[in-house]
């Protein structure tokens, strides 16, 4: 019973850590994680809630999925592609608390340090850690996934490439679709830039280096491996 509840409040405080770097990433204003970028960009373009078209988009991975996994008659992971959609409503609403209560440093702050480039780029990279370590407590109690993680493993089951592959094609193709509707709908690209491609590059090093020390110790503590597993490789 203690290890359910351990690994119930670490999923739980993971959907909060992650929320919580995914806006404070948007509120550096040096670009937005690749995974969002679309969804950021058309609340822009449109003035529309973020945390909305954010569950819009992931709720269309969550279609994505179910499909593919209908098509493989996985009944499993078909039920827990639809577990993905409460998720994404709870996900989304702490996104949306986040993005009311964190003030854009560029405006809010301009001209002190916060408001600066460096100041700005010290955000950025406790977004990324917060973003990484937010994955990890997530992922590692192996319970409802992320929709954006959730359809990248689906994609690379079904067509036998690695998750890492994956992950790289669908982020690039995420930011692309980002910029050609800019260009479309508003003449200018919106919420990509360096720090789009910093997550990018470090986000999943966080998530490597912080499960070389933690993964083994957390499944532990949840229950999920016996205590001479080894520690995974950065």
Request: a positive charge.
């Amino acid at each position: 019973m203690k290890k359910h509840l351990i690994r119930a409040v670490l999923y739980l405080l993971g959907i909060v850590v992650l929320a919580f770097g995914i806006v404070l990433n948007t509120k550096a204003s040096l670009g937005v994680s690749s995974i969002i970028t679309i969804s950021y960009s058309i609340a822009h373009i449109w003035n529309l809630n973020f945390a909305n078209t954010s569950l819009v988009m992931y709720s269309s991975f969550v279609i994505i999925e179910m499909i593919l996994r209908g098509i493989r008659k996985e009944k499993r992971e078909f039920l827990l592609s639809i577990l993905q959609i409460p998720f994404s409503i709870i996900f989304t609403r702490f996104m949306n608390i986040f993005d009311n209560m964190l003030p854009d440093f560029k405006t809010v702050y301009d001209g002190s340090f916060w408001g600066s480039i460096g100041g700005r780029f010290v955000i950025l990279l406790a977004a990324i850690l917060l973003t990484g370590w937010g994955v990890v407590l997530t992922v590692n109690p192996r319970l409802v996934p992320n929709p954006a993680d959730g359809i990248v493993h689906t994609i690379s089951e079904c067509i036998g490439k690695s998750m890492g592959l994956i992950k790289n094609i669908f982020d690039i193709s995420c930011v692309a679709i980002t910029c050609i509707l800019c260009l479309i709908a508003n003449g200018k690209i919106i919420g990509v830039g360096i720090g789009t491609i910093a997550s990018m590059l470090l986000i999943g090093r966080v998530i490597a280096i912080t499960n070389h020390f933690v993964k083994t110790p957390m499944e532990q503590a949840m229950g999920l491996t016996k205590a001479n597993t080894k520690t995974t490789n950065i």
